[in-house]
């Protein structure tokens, strides 16, 4: 069983303080984009994994694996051994802020629900999800949605067309809980407000407007990424250089997503970066994109 399932973007991100259980509320907006993992299971003696794509060899093959996880958990609940190779066939930079283990999360666990014949239920899928990750769910999801909570309690959202993204691969990743840990550190002694979803945002991606969604776009973990990783202005400042209608850091980074205008516009501003020297590569996507989905 095969099933695909996409990245994400958070085109906002609105950060609360940190909570006692050391995580922090959110008004996320997750947006799915055209870069895909693919997860496949077949029947094994034993619960493997492999990995394939430019970055597989950072990908732990272990029970750390979140695609690893999802097979115990699911089999866990029904009583069964996890008996299963998973292959990840890699195509989402990986510790990117893009969601590509949450995407592998979620695909292993369609794929081993039907390999198993389970046929759970969307419920018990997102309940699984949500114990995996804050960010499992949208991966399982996908198209647009406002996650609160720590991520994980989802309202999906409308989006009224497509939209145009270059996603700058840096070198190297950066740790998610390093970059709220540093979110925090530079808002010590200062009250961090609710965080909200923005009314205009919303509307921006119903109406399917980029320019007013290029407005819009925040991301409250930028000034923690860019603290950890200062280089990061600099490719900022390529791809806004170079015609893009904005830019910002992905989720907790350090891939940089540029939203343009069309897929012309895509094209030359992927040149542009990548003749920058700013990053390792560019990827062009477009959104929104199908949550996971079993191809067969
Ligand atoms: C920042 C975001 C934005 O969508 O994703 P990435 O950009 O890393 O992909 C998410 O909040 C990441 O979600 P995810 O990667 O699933 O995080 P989890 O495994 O649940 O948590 C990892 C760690 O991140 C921190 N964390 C995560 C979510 C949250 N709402 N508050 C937090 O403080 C905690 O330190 C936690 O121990
Ligand atoms: N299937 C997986 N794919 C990628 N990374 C994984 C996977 N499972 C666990 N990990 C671990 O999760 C970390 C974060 O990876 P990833 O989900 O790609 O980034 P991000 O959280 O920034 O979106 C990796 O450094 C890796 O150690």
Redesign the pocket.
Known sequence: MTVRVPA?V?VQ?A?GG?RPD?????A?V?LAVSLYDEVTATPAAALTVTCEGPDADKVPLDRTNLAARAAELLAARHGIAPDVHLHIAKDIPVAG???G??ADGAGALLACDALWGLDSSREELLEICAEL????PFSLVGGAAL?V????RLTELPVGGAFHWVFAVADGGLS??A???EFDRLNEGMTVPGPVASPVLLDALRTGDATALAGALAND?QPAALSLRPSLAATLAAGTDAGALAALV????PTTAFLVKDAESAESVAAALVASGTCRTARVATSPAAGATLLG
Not at 22 to 26: A, K, R, S, V, W
Not at 149 to 152: A, K, L, M, N
């Open positions: 994400k958070n991100l950060v940190a050391g995580f922090h509320d959110l996320n997750f802020g893009m969601a283990g949450s990750g804050s960010d499992v996650g909570g720590r991520g994980e998610t809980p970059v709220y840990g973990l992905s989720g907790s980074g």
